[in-house]
C-alpha cells in the first residue's frame, strides 16, 4: 500500500475506531492525520472533529472537580470531630 493510499485509509479507520468504542487510538490516528502535512483540508477537518468530540464537556469537569472538592470537605470536617 503507498503512503497516499495508507493516508486516505486513516479517516476511515479514525471512525471505525470511535464506532467500536477506541477512543484512544481514534484520538492518536487524529493527531496523526492533523501532524500531516500532506492531508487534505477535508481529512483535516474530519480529524478536527474527532478531536473535538472527544474534549472532555467543560461543565462535567466542573461537577467533577466540584465533588471531589466537597467530599474531601466532609471527610476533613469528620476526621476532625465535626457534628459532635
Known amino acids: 500500500m503507498s503512503p497516499k493510499e495508507r493516508a486516505r485509509a486513516r479517516p476511515d479507520k479514525m471512525t471505525a475506531l470511535l464506532s467500536s468504542g477506541d477512543h484512544r487510538e481514534a484520538a492518536r490516528v487524529a493527531r496523526a492525520?492533523?501532524?500531516?502535512?500532506?492531508?487534505?483540508?477535508e481529512e483535516r477537518a474530519r480529524a478536527s472533529s474527532?478531536?473535538?468530540s472527544l474534549a472532555p464537556e467543560?461543565?462535567?469537569?466542573?461537577?467533577g472537580i466540584l465533588g471531589v472538592v466537597v467530599a474531601v470537605a466532609i471527610t476533613i470536617w469528620a476526621c476532625l470531630g465535626g457534628g459532635q
Do not use: E, R
Not at 33 to 41: Q, Y
Open 58 to 63: 467543560k461543565v462535567a469537569s466542573i461537577a
Open 33 to 41: 492525520l492533523l501532524a500531516d502535512p500532506g492531508v487534505s483540508a
Open 50 to 52: 474527532v478531536m473535538a
